[in-house]
């Protein structure tokens, strides 16, 4: 996962997309709190796992989460 380096200009985040960010796509930025207590190897799991999860996405192998909530659903 690459980082990104942004700032904030009038109340807006802005700062340049990483390479194959299409103009005008979306998505979500978590901005990790320093007190929430996560330790260094923690982070590098969440990291690990946004990065695959992103691929994930990109290659097609992501499932819309209304999908994913009703098959969890029905297995009850």
Not at 1 to 29: L, Q, S, T
Not at 44 to 51: P, S
Not at 59 to 72: F, K
Request: avoid cysteine; charged fraction near 40%.
């Amino acid at each position: 996962m690459a980082n990104i380096r942004v700032r904030v200009e009038n109340g807006k985040i802005v700062g340049e997309a990483p390479p194959g960010v299409e103009e005008g796509e979306e998505f979500e930025i978590s901005i990790a709190d320093p007190g929430d207590d996560m330790t260094d190897e923690d982070l590098a799991r969440l990291n690990a796992a946004l990065d695959e999860a992103w691929r994930a996405v990109r290659e097609g192998r992501a499932r819309p989460a209304e999908d994913v909530l009703r098959d969890l659903h029905s297995k009850r």
